[in-house]
């Protein structure tokens, strides 16, 4: 029996929500090419595979089984029954492990009675941890006729920081959910990681097959492209608060919009070409306009001009709003403000852009002065220019409207986040106690102190990011 069947985890311990299988690895010593069972399809002299949860004390059966598949895409076909293994060569086979629970998990095999190959492994172990969240990004396609949205998340378990990137597929059928396709593990981040990046870009990624993730670590800015195994690494004086990441379909650059200190900063990672790798510098900084409470940074659609947009909300008793445009690659020369008049800023709120022809509009969370100071979403109203050397135009009527949000009284907000779909807010605040409520709607999200929150606006709808098996959306 020349061939000699061995098997083991593709990874001793793995991050729920991973693609999890046994890599089944025959060997053939001999001069021949041997055909034998496939180990992992349910084909005769095939080894019997058991799996013990953890916990449990009965082993279950263990078997090839497609995976859970949507919008229309197709199953794969079942594993071939026979494999040819060649003459003093080898071949591995994957077995899948799907509905896995947390904790440690063994995985054994029993070869049938009088096998034409010998199975050298008895049992093995593996562990799967549960996902802790630090951070989520959600990143789009600002393509409206082909969207797409991708994810990065940052795992902290005991010993490092680990990155996630999600790809979504977009839903064929009306009324549909973006469903992720795939949860990859990215990189190893340091122990202090924190603020995840997924840029929004002006093309669609998977048709240019490029894409960025990044995330911070205390002052140092790391950026990491596509097909890059080592991240690009900027040192900041400080450390630093990211507003947004973009990606420019003309360069192919990272931008990362930050506020350090008194300064708005625009750092630049350039993609890898060649045998160079990707690099970072800052492109330029800028003083505040005000004191820093909150910002925001939208990006043109596709085949629009590619200008970057700014907001920014003071951390005033009455706030105020900041408005820029970048046309080129300088540093915003003029701010437009709007006074937020009996309003209260409320930390952790963060704003949201549109712009459509002439005109901009930023809308933020914030607490009337007025009544018994409920919560109301306050827009900005903005002119926009039309050309670099053009004047920004008047905005007839008033300078900013504020609208209050039905929401349960006294509610304590600990962060608010706004979306434009449209020409339409949607708004989504988590109360103190961790639960999540979408104001006119009676119902709340429960609690869970491990859910980062993260919003995204796009054409079948606005979606919410959450944590289950994995980065999936929820609808707003």
Not at 198 to 226: I, K, Q, V, Y
Not at 379 to 400: I, K, N, Y
Request: aromatic letters at 6%; charged letters at 20%.
């Amino acid at each position: 029996m020349p061939v000699v069947v061995t098997f083991e985890p593709i990874r001793p311990r793995s991050t729920d929500g991973e693609s999890l299988s046994l890599k089944v690895h025959l060997a053939n010593g001999g001069a021949a090419d041997a055909a034998v069972p496939n180990p992992i399809a349910a084909a005769p002299g095939a080894p019997a595979w058991e799996i013990l949860a953890p916990g449990a004390s009965d082993w279950r059966k263990l078997e090839w089984t497609p995976p859970a598949v949507g919008h229309g895409r197709k199953a794969p076909p079942p594993p071939p029954p026979v494999l040819t293994v060649p003459a003093n060569g080898a071949t591995d086979a994957y077995l899948p492990l799907r509905d896995v629970a947390v904790g440690e998990s063994r995985v054994r095999a029993r070869a049938p009675a009088g096998a034409d190959y010998t199975l050298a492994t008895a049992e093995v172990s593996f562990k799967l941890e549960a996902l802790a969240a630090r951070g989520v990004s959600l990143g789009r396609s600002t393509d409206p006729t082909s969207q797409e949205l991708f994810g990065v998340l940052l795992h902290a378990n005991e010993s490092e920081c680990v990155v996630f990137q999600t790809r979504f597929q977009m839903p064929h059928a009306p009324g549909g959910i973006p469903e992720p396709a795939g949860f990859s593990r990215l990189a190893t981040a340091a122990a202090n990681a924190r603020e995840p990046l997924c840029p929004d870009a002006a093309f669609e990624r998977a048709g240019s097959m490029f894409t960025w993730a990044g995330w911070r670590e205390g002052r140092t800015l790391c950026a990491l492209a596509l097909g890059e195994e080592t991240p690009a690494r900027l040192e900041l004086e400080a450390e630093a608060v990211v507003l947004q990441a973009t990606v420019l379909k003309r360069t192919l650059e990272l931008e990362v919009f930050l506020v350090v200190g008194a300064e708005l900063v625009l750092a630049r990672f350039q993609a890898p070409r060649g045998a160079a790798a990707a690099s970072g510098a800052i492109a330029w900084r800028a003083p505040l306009p005000g004191a820093f409470g909150a910002g925001a940074v939208a990006i043109d659609a596709v085949g629009e001009k590619e200008r970057r947009h700014v907001a920014l909300v003071t951390p005033e008793f009455e706030p105020r709003v900041f408005f820029a445009t970048l046309w080129d690659e300088k540093p915003p020369a003029k701010w437009q403000e709007r006074w937020l008049e009996a309003h209260a800023f409320v930390p952790g709120c963060r704003p949201a852009i549109r712009v459509s022809g002439d005109r901009a509009r930023v809308a933020t969370v914030v607490r009337s002065r007025v009544d018994d100071r409920p919560l109301v979403l306050a827009t900005a109203e903005l002119g926009l220019a039309t050309a670099p050397d053009a004047s920004v135009p008047e905005v007839e009527g008033p300078r900013f409207t504020s609208e209050r949000l039905a929401l349960d009284k006294g509610l304590e907000a600990r962060a608010a986040l706004v979306a434009f779909r449209g020409a339409t807010p949607a708004t989504v605040v988590e109360a103190a106690d961790g639960t999540l409520h979408v104001p006119g709607r009676p119902e709340t999200r429960p609690a869970d102190p491990h859910q980062p929150l993260a919003i995204v606006a796009l054409s079948m709808g606005t979606f919410i990011a959450r944590v289950r098996r994995g980065l999936v959306v929820e609808r707003l």
